[in-house]
């Protein structure tokens, strides 16, 4: 167990550092002439997200949707910007991604493989061989995959949450020419917004269906949470 916590822990301030701090501060204060120029200081602060997602994938040794999705996102938004093309299509690019793995959390739902269990209930936080002993032993298995299509409109609800305000943020804040040092200012300040105003309350959402789950298991099992917990 105490070789997970400094790796998650580390995982964190590694997407925080290279994937929103480092950005902002090239964005912010480099892409004035003087320095890398508009241009120059996107690529410059595009490559860090890049290069970490890429490092990640590694790392993991395995293909990650999410991760992949998020490196296409970061050189869409570098593309958009360096061919100067309006900002409604940052906006319609920052609202359509997480729209569409909300629609793919809707759609799975009644699949063998739901979205559900990859965003929230995964096996690195639920041993799902014995919970599903449980719930078959307790004849509560269909309650409980009805509990679970409830929880997958909260996550859903979610990501459409952030889609209409990473749409609203781009909106709100692009507004100089594209191509100018303003706009490349405005897209670190885009960027560093987006973690109190886009992620922090998709989070609550998200720990919020996790929250009513974990109370089903513990309701429709009868024993205490910790015997369906995956050991670290």
């Known amino acids: 167990m105490s070789n997970q916590a400094p790796k998650k822990q580390n995982g964190f301030f590694g997407n925080l550092a290279f994937n929103i701090i480092i950005p902002v501060v090239i964005m912010s ?15 410059a602060a595009l ?13 993991s040794g395995k293909v990650n ?20 093309l309006p900002a409604q299509y940052i906006a319609i690019k920052e609202a359509a ?13 009644r699949t063998a493989k739901p979205l559900l269990k990859v965003l929230v209930l995964n096996e690195q936080i639920v041993n799902w061989e014995n919970l599903n002993q449980a719930l078959k032993a307790k004849g509560t298995s269909k309650e409980f995959e009805a509990k679970m299509a409830i929880s997958s409109y909260i996550v859903a609800g979610s990501f459409f949450l952030s889609s209409f305000l990473n749409y609203v943020l781009a909106k709100v804040i692009l507004v100089s020419p ?3 040092t303003a706009y490349t200012e405005e897209l670190g300040r885009m960027t560093a917004l987006s973690y109190p105003v886009i992620v922090i309350p998709s989070m609550i959402m998200l720990m919020g269906a996790l929250w009513y789950l974990f109370a089903q298991i513990k309701k429709l099992t009868g024993e205490e949470l910790e015997n369906f917990l995956a050991q670290q």
């Open 29 to 43: 204060n480099l892409s004035s002439d003087e320095y890398l120029g508009p241009a120059w200081s996107i690529v």
């Open 47 to 59: 490559i860090f997200p890049i290069g970490y997602g890429l490092w990640d994938l590694k790392e």
């Open 65 to 84: 949707a999410f991760s992949i999705l998020g490196i296409v996102s970061v050189i869409l938004t570098g593309g958009i910007s360096l061919l100067e």
């Open 97 to 109: 991604i997480p729209a569409v793995i909300g629609l793919a959390v809707l759609i799975t739902q």
């Open 178 to 180: 594209p191509g100018t």
